[in-house]
T-cell receptor, first 115, second 113 residues
Framework: DTGVSQDPRHKITKRGQNVTFRCDPI?????LYWYRQTLGQGPEFLTY????????KSRLLSDRFSAERPKGSFSTLEIQRTEQGDSAMYLC?????????????FGPGTRLTVL | QQQVKQSPQSLIVQKGGISIINCAYE??????FPWYQQFPGKGPALLIA?????SEKKEGRFTISFNKSAKQFSLHIMDSQPGDSATYFC????????????FGSGTQLTVLP
């Protein structure tokens, strides 16, 4: 399967714990996005990488959140001191500037539950 | 501030009928308008997309109609099938930037057999 993959698919944690999610984009895609989706809502943009550079961050990305994309390949999203309000589906998407109309391809997401 | 408003929130259609979902946007800088389909437990999948230099785009049973002056666009699903039952999201983005997608709130479509 050459699509976007995310790991883990589900994560249950206690409030105050740190969690880290991983995203592996489609191999030739140099653009990578993180979104957050809460129940009954559309995905909301969190942050964007072009290769290894983090070029844009949403105001939703508080200082408890950090994202990296070393070497421009996979990306990680870490949430420190989790809060119940962090419970959501975290989606990763990738894209290539060569694609017509900047199509973004989404992974299956990581569902986070904070108890 | 919600920049893309989507309606209806839910839609029930008989098999073979036409499903219509509407979206309106505020930011006139948006120049790319995709529709995504999402099944439970899955990530969104791109269905069809349009740029504002055309008023309509058709791919199979799916058609986007775009009205630039009204800042509105809609998805029409012809001959709706039970397998089309999913949540549909409209979205918009701006070229030349990070091109992050701004999504609508979604429409849960149920197609009855």
């Amino acid at each position: 399967d050459t699509g976007v993959s995310q790991d883990p698919r589900h994560k249950i944690t206690k409030r105050g714990q740190n969690v880290t999610f991983r995203c592996d984009p489609i191999s030739e895609h140099n653009r990578l996005y993180w979104y957050r989706q809460t129940l009954g809502q559309g995905p909301e943009f969190l942050t964007y990488f072009q290769n290894e550079a983090q070029l844009e961050k949403s105001r939703l990305l508080s200082d408890r959140f950090s994202a990296e994309r070393p070497k421009g390949s996979f990306s990680t999203l870490e949430i420190q001191r989790t809060e119940q309000g962090d419970s959501a589906m975290y989606l990763c998407a990738s894209s290539s500037p060569g694609l017509f109309l900047n199509e973004q391809f989404f992974g299956p997401g990581t569902r986070l539950t904070v108890l | 501030q919600q920049q893309v408003k989507q309606s209806p929130q839910s839609l029930i259609v008989q098999k073979g009928g036409i499903s219509i979902i509407n979206c309106a946007y505020e930011n006139t800088a948006f120049d790319y308008f995709p529709w995504y389909q999402q099944f439970p437990g899955k990530g969104p999948a791109l269905l069809i997309a349009i740029r504002p230099d055309v008023s309509e785009k058709k791919e199979g049973r799916f058609t986007i109609s775009f009205n630039k002056s009204a800042k509105q666009f809609s998805l029409h699903i012809m001959d709706s099938q039970p397998g089309d039952s999913a949540t549909y999201f409209c979205a918009a983005s701006i070229s030349g930037s990070a091109r992050q997608l701004t999504f609508g709130s979604g429409t849960q479509l149920t197609v009855l057999p």
